[in-house]
């Protein structure tokens, strides 16, 4: 093969490489599936997290079409872990209006409950008033009882926001399966210890993960301890999901948007 033929070859892997990647990125979000066996009546929760929306690819239509998924699922409860908003330099991020108005048409019986991300911070104040204007709850260190379930959600860590103690006093009260709902996953080891299950995002499953190397980057403290997917620490598991949007740049590799189906019960 002559060295210009080795170069084309090369050079379009290259540009495949770089519009599966785009492709992956704005792709629907992959369901994931965990039961978890408590006594409880049926209830099933949809964990989403890292909407970022900007466009072109995670833009508020995109959002619509994700909502729309997630009421096909018939979820009781939504829960979203964090970061609403996008700060990307290379992305045109929508304003807070646009970013949450899609979350309005979601359904589910016991209501819709938010925590709050990095990148949310500098949006903060609009989103604590937008956010309950599209019947979503925000929760910053404190609980709230949903049915048997009561929520448990911390402040940003990265941010400074958290304080687990405070959120966890709240919960004593209400009694319920106890679930707490964090935007990052390296707030778990500060966790009251008799707590089970965890959720959170932040992390985008790295992102950018080519096998066989894994997540090139966390953003975590804890490196890959807390990277994607469920985690299980002694009795309890953290469940990470990938999240829906991108930071940085608009591309994803070995690590699609996704949703997590938790479906508690006997």
């Known amino acids: 093969m002559r060295l210009r033929d080795a170069a084309m070859l090369v050079a ?4 495949a490489l770089l519009l599966h990647m785009l492709l992956l990125a704005s792709s629907a979000p992959v369901e994931r599936d965990m039961r978890v066996h408590a006594p409880v009546p049926p209830t099933r929760v949809v964990l989403l997290s890292d909407l970022h929306v900007a466009t072109p690819g995670d833009s508020p239509a995109r959002l619509r079409q994700t909502v729309a998924q997630v009421n096909r699922l018939h979820p009781d409860l939504v829960l979203i872990a964090g970061d609403f908003l996008s700060t990307d330099s290379l992305a045109f991020a929508a304003s807070p209006g646009d970013a949450v108005a899609p979350l309005a048409g979601l359904h589910a019986p016991l209501g819709t409950i938010a925590v709050l991300g ?13 956010l309950p204007r599209m019947r979503v709850t925000l929760l910053e260190n404190r609980a709230v009882r949903r049915g ?9 860590t990265f941010t ?9 006093a709240a919960a004593r ?3 319920g399966l106890t679930v707490a709902l964090a935007h990052e996953p390296d707030v778990t080891p500060e966790l009251d ?3 089970r299950l965890v959720l959170a995002g932040h992390t985008h499953c790295g992102q950018i993960a080519p096998w066989p190397f894994g997540p090139l980057f966390t953003a975590s403290a804890y490196g890959r301890r807390y990277a994607c997917g469920v985690i299980h620490e002694g009795a309890r598991s953290i469940i990470v999901t990938g999240g829906l949007g991108t930071s940085n740049l608009p591309l994803r590799l070995g690590a699609p948007p996704d949703l997590w189906v938790i479906d508690f019960g006997p």
């Open 12 to 15: 379009s892997a290259g540009w």
């Open 118 to 130: 990095n990148h949310d911070d500098q949006g903060r104040r609009r989103l604590e008033a937008l």
């Open 148 to 156: 048997p379930l009561t929520i448990v959600g911390t402040g940003d």
């Open 160 to 168: 400074g926001h958290s304080r687990p103690a405070e959120a966890f």
């Open 173 to 175: 009260p209400l009694g």
């Open 193 to 195: 210890p008799s707590l």
